[in-house]
T-cell receptor, first 115, second 112 residues
Framework: AQSVTQLDSHVSVSEGTPVLLRCNYS??????LFWYVQHPNKGLQLLLK??????LVKGINGFEAEFKKSETSFHLTKPSAHMSDAAEYFC?????????????FGKGTRLSVIA | NAGVTQTPKFQVLKTGQSMTLQCAQD?????MYWYRQDPGMGLRLIYY???????DKGEVPNGYNVSRLNKREFSLRLESAAPSQTSVYFC???????????FGSGTRLTVV
């Protein structure tokens, strides 16, 4: 069975400082991993995805994530936070072997950016 | 390109009333999903349809029914609404899970 744990429910950073949102996963097979972002009162938007190519994945708006199999982690980072990054972020896992078995979502991390 | 369209965007129901949430996608995706989002709970899967003509229960199916009307449309029905069903509902679709999901903009439902 697959599962995902987002280690922080809320992260607060100052504008211009680095962002780190932590995610650990559990998967029986080779996973696909995703980060989604949800701005207030909006739907979810795909930020980036890992599907077995390069372990460092670059996404939109300067975000990137590194797949570390030995640590079963897929942490999301950004070098410099912007006010517009304030949102809810979801880490998501899928077993690539299992066809269309639904994706499993983490409970989310709310990112606050302080001016 | 509309993507995933959900209607309505907002709805207030009285306890015991029924309603259907509509979802349509124009991306020729095989699979469609209904989630509910509650504070601190993340997204929880209600029902999904891996392909046209099939539906399966997710994590929280009680109190809901679904219909995969055709490849484009997947509706969610509340037969007798309860205050515990107050939530934001999201529809999503995918061609392959490895590509991730495309989400609609959500329906905010309040049951009083």
């Amino acid at each position: 069975a697959q599962s995902v744990t987002q280690l922080d429910s809320h992260v607060s950073v100052s504008e211009g400082t680095p962002v780190l949102l932590r995610c650990n996963y559990s998967s029986s097979y080779s996973p696909s991993l995703f980060w989604y972002v949800q701005h207030p009162n909006k739907g979810l938007q795909l930020l980036l995805k890992y599907t077995s190519a390069a372990t460092l994945v670059k996404g939109i708006n300067g975000f990137e994530a590194e797949f570390k199999k030995s640590e079963t982690s897929f942490h999301l980072t950004k070098p410099s936070a912007h006010m517009s990054d304030a949102a809810e972020y979801f880490c998501v896992v899928s077993d690539r072997v299992s066809g269309n078995t639904p994706l499993v979502f983490g409970k989310g991390t709310r990112l606050s950016v302080i001016a | 390109n509309a993507g995933v369209t959900q209607t309505p965007k907002f709805q207030v129901l009285k306890t015991g009333q029924s309603m259907t949430l509509q979802c349509a996608q124009d991306m020729n995706h095989n699979s469609m999903y209904w989630y509910r989002q509650d504070p601190g709970m993340g997204l929880r899967l209600i029902y999904y349809s891996a392909s046209e003509g099939t539906t399966d229960k997710g994590e929280v199916p009680n109190g809901y029914n679904v219909s995969r009307l055709n490849k484009r449309e997947f509706s969610l029905r509340l037969e007798s609404a309860a205050p515990s069903q107050t939530s934001v509902y999201f529809c999503a679709s995918s061609y392959l899970n490895s590509n991730g999901y495309t989400f609609g903009s959500g329906t905010r439902l309040t049951v009083v």
